[in-house]
């Protein structure tokens, strides 16, 4: 299956991007909120200085009178060396101050200073404008007092906060970045432990999934266990139809055997002979067929539940030679057993391992000529090696790694009854008990060794 995006990097670049975005959006919060702050602060100060001036202000004889104070335009002064002007101005005539400093429209209203930006004398100035009306209350004077200041103060400030935010949301992006990435691990460790609990499992267990399971992977890993089930209930029911067929077959065809065997020695034309002798060849292939399609049946059926009892190696392996010794004798062919004079203990299944043993033994006396020797042999070392060694045909020139499939023959097989499966169960049997099956050729002359190599 060819994967189509990865769920890991898709929620790190989602939630990258969010981070993305709350950065952005805390820099431009923090950016306007420190500027409005700042323009607050010097807005204060202006008008701070602008009410030191109207308490200066007099009235005396109708006239207007001002003694500027030197702290109204001192606490104007910052370190970035900002211009100050101001105006005062009553009954529309300038008092003192500069002339063309504008008066902000709106006009200011009693109580209620007025600020505005503008562009003056080549700057951009900030500009308070109070009100204050002077003498009696028939004959007031109204006087509006104008203190402007350049924004380089501020524009100062502004940049200092900016670089600040920058920094701090940078570093909060960099953060929730990573954070992302360990969030987007985090998410998936679930699917990484299930899938470890599959892969662990070997290729025929097919238990339930107990791993921990989140509520929203819980529908998946249902349908995982229901789908295994099916699976192993229709293995399940492969196997007991090959095992019930492998029963149905050969009893038919040990029969039909018989009857041919006899009628073979009643009849006197030779082509009927051979025309019966044809007929017991293909019986004994069906028959042969039959009783290893019922082992490998039973070794697939117990490998997902491997036995693990205390066996005597030695001792399985002479029940094998007991078993099979009376076919080997009918061709004339010796059995030598180098077995050890003590046991060699191993745990595992007894069963399954006396039918690979058995399915070895039986190839080479098959494939053996007559008046020949087969060797059987169990060693200790580094691996326990039960070793059956014959001086038939061999192989030729087969591959020998091809040969534990199922169904597979050497090319020079002639006409030896076979199915090619017994090497395929004696291979299964070594795999289920973590060794493996090795095939070589003779090294003392014509034939193969084939050993089952287990873990001590």
Not at 71 to 82: F, G, I, N, Y
Not at 122 to 133: E, K, T, W
Not at 245 to 267: D, G, N, S, Y
Not at 288 to 303: E, I, K, N, P, Y
Request: hydrophobic share 45%; glycine share 8%; aromatic share 6%.
């Amino acid at each position: 299956m060819k994967p189509r995006g990865s769920i890991r990097r898709r929620l790190f670049f989602q939630l990258s991007g969010v981070a993305a975005i709350l950065s952005l959006a805390f820099f431009l919060i923090v950016r306007v909120v420190a500027e409005r702050a700042a323009e607050g602060t010097q807005d204060d100060i202006l008008a701070a200085s602008a009410t030191a001036i109207t308490d200066s202000l007099r009235s005396e004889d109708g006239q207007v009178t001002l003694e500027l104070p030197y702290s109204a335009l001192s606490m104007l002064q910052t370190v970035h060396q900002d211009r100050v002007f101001y105006r005062v101005v009553a009954a529309g005539e300038t008092l003192t101050g500069y002339d063309d400093l504008p008066v902000p429209d709106p006009a200011p209203t009693r109580g209620q200073p007025v600020f505005e930006t503008i562009y003056y004398r080549g700057d951009s100035f900030r500009v308070v404008a109070i009100l204050r009306p002077l003498g009696p209350a028939s004959a007031a004077t109204d006087v509006v007092v104008l203190v402007a200041q350049t924004r380089l103060g501020l524009e100062a400030i502004s940049r200092q906060i900016t670089g600040v935010a920058t920094g701090v949301g940078v570093g909060f992006f960099l953060l929730a970045t990573a954070l992302s990435l360990w969030a987007a691990g985090s998410a998936l460790t679930p699917f990484d432990r299930i899938t470890g609990s599959v892969l662990r499992r070997g290729p025929k267990d097919l238990r339930p999934v107990t791993a921990d399971t989140p509520a929203e992977l819980v529908p998946l890993v249902e349908a995982l266990n229901n789908f295994m089930a099916r699976l192993r209930a229709s293995l399940l029911r492969t196997e007991d139809f090959i095992t019930e067929a492998a029963h149905r077959v050969r009893t038919p065809l040990a029969t039909v055997r018989a009857q041919a065997e006899v009628t073979h020695r009643k009849l006197n034309k030779p082509e009927h002979k051979q025309a019966i002798r044809e007929m017991i060849r293909a019986i004994d292939e069906c028959s042969r067929s039959a009783g290893q399609m019922l082992d490998h049946a039973m070794v697939t059926f117990r490998t997902d539940s491997l036995a693990r009892d205390d066996v005597d190696l030695v001792a399985l392996m002479a029940e094998a030679v007991e078993r099979l010794g009376p076919t080997a004798e009918l061709k004339d062919i010796f059995i030598r057993q180098d077995l050890p004079s003590e046991p060699v203990p191993f745990r595992g299944d007894g069963i399954l391992l006396q039918a690979a043993l058995q399915n070895v033994l039986d190839n080479a006396i098959k494939y053996s000529p007559e008046d020949s020797e087969i060797t059987v042999a169990v060693e200790v070392g580094e691996a326990l090696r039960l070793s059956v060694t014959d001086q038939g045909r061999g192989f030729g020139d087969a591959d020998l790694s091809r040969l534990i499939g199922r169904f597979e023959r050497g090319g020079n097989v002639g006409q030896v009854v076979g199915s090619g499966l017994g090497l395929t169960i004696a291979n299964d049997v070594a795999n289920a008990h973590d060794g493996r099956l090795s095939i070589a050729n003779n090294k003392e002359g014509q034939g193969v060794c084939v050993s089952l190599l287990l873990p001590r």
